[in-house]
């Protein structure tokens, strides 16, 4: 375990971001966001519910020529968001740092090398993860003016959320923590 990994604080950091059913960009229809970093300097998260169909970790792992033994075989990929998207991130619980992994909480790290996949198929790695290739990524001021233009619905993160293998559920139990219903969401923003 490394002495020192990397920690990040923000307002955001940490949080989930809901869309809501008036998202103007297509590719976070009904998605669920983990924001593992926001600052002055922007913001970036994985999006937690979105998987590629038919591509799991134990192909990911053979693509990258590291052998696997006993891994489970059911192990989505995700789809972290449109950036970069040929680059892999591991989401996870904070229970496994490297001097590379970005400490977000007591909850959650985010670790972006070949070594923490490779911990995983020896059966050494975190305990929970989220196997994502891409990221969201937001320039300086855009996710807070996204979320005063009605688009996202904060919420705290939920290791349950994130980590829960029933990604076609994530959506709604994140509103559900938010105790809304989302036949009740609006696109409008309302002005007093």
Known sequence: MASSPQQTNSHFTGMMLIAMPSMADTRFTRSVVYVCSH??????????NQVIDQLRLPAVLQQLGIKSEGLAEDQPVHLGGPVESNRGFVLHSADYQLESTLLIDENFALTATVEILRAIAEGNGPSRLVLALGYAGWAPGQLDAEILANGWLIAPG??????????????????????????????AVGHA
């Open 39 to 48: 600052s002055a300097e922007g913001a970036m998260g994985l999006v937690v």
């Open 158 to 187: 939920d290791a349950d959320i994130v980590f829960g293998r029933e990604d076609e559920t994530k959506w709604h139990r994140a509103l559900a923590k938010l105790k809304i219903d989302p036949i009740l969401l609006s696109g």
